[in-house]
């Protein structure tokens, strides 16, 4: 057995690597779902790292870098072990052999998601110094059960696609998205995403950032002065139009945000389950 950085590994070997260790989850990537997904989310092949027995990739930690709280950051994008070899502490010895080449970097910190329910592996990073900075909702529900909560906009109002506006959207955050849900991972790859605004004639007073080839919607927010007038349940509508997806995600609410949970709840999208987000300093 060999770990090494993925540098110079062929992303057919990554991709059945990563097929085998997710073989008995629910939800399957294709491979250009994989890319996508680990793209956005910031990977980096030189610092990311395997377990290799003769040449097959059986462990794997996916690194995205970037910037997380004005911080240059690691990110787990994806880590996972092949069946028959699990039980070995891989993840746990990948993650530090990778340590100094992430330092090397200049990265200070570590960050990652693990679902609450799997309590060996939040047990795991606990050991290893990581801690919770917060926790999340995640929501995913079949497009086909959704019930709009339906509100009519006054025709001061409409609806269209239009182009991101960090700066105003920011103003209209309830809580700072999570990594994956960052304007630095929709900038990585902006042509997969629609943006959609509600304007109350020119001015901007709402939005939806959403990804129709997977149905996430990454952001959705409403200027707090505009809110209760139905310009979310609208915004949401608008975006399901172009949604190529069976099913719809918002995944990474923060678990105290009243708003979002409230909206969600009305519009028949359910809470599937929660997340911690974890933080480590190296």
Known sequence: ??????????????????????????LQLTKEELLVMINRRGFVAELSFGAFVNDKL??????????FNGLKTAYDTGTGTTEE??????????FAYSVPFL?????????????QHNTKAVSIYTKAGFEVSREFNYFVEEQKNIQFHSKEL???YSIKQTKLNEKLMTEFFDFNPSWQN??????????????????????????????????????IAVNKEYR???IGTNLLKEAFKLNLHNAVKLINSEIDCESINGFLKANSISSTGKQFEMIKEL
């Open 58 to 67: 059986v462990s794997f930690t996916f690194n995205g870098i970037g910037s």
């Open 85 to 94: 070899y699990r039980g070995q502490g891989l993840a746990s010895k990948i």
């Open 182 to 219: 960052s304007f630095d991972a929709i900038l990585r790859k902006p042509d997969d995403f629609k943006v959609i605004g509600a304007f109350n004639e020119q001015e901007l007073v709402g939005y939806c950032i959403f990804e129709p080839t997977s149905g996430d919607v990454t952001q």
């Open 228 to 230: 209760r007038k139905g």
């Open 154 to 156: 006054s025709n001061d």
């Open 1 to 26: 057995m060999e770990i090494k950085s993925l540098k110079n590994v062929s992303f057919d070997i990554i991709f059945e690597g990563f097929s085998k260790a997710f073989a008995k989850y629910e």
């Open 103 to 115: 330092k090397e970097q200049g990265v200070t910190q570590y960050l990652l998601e693990v679902l």
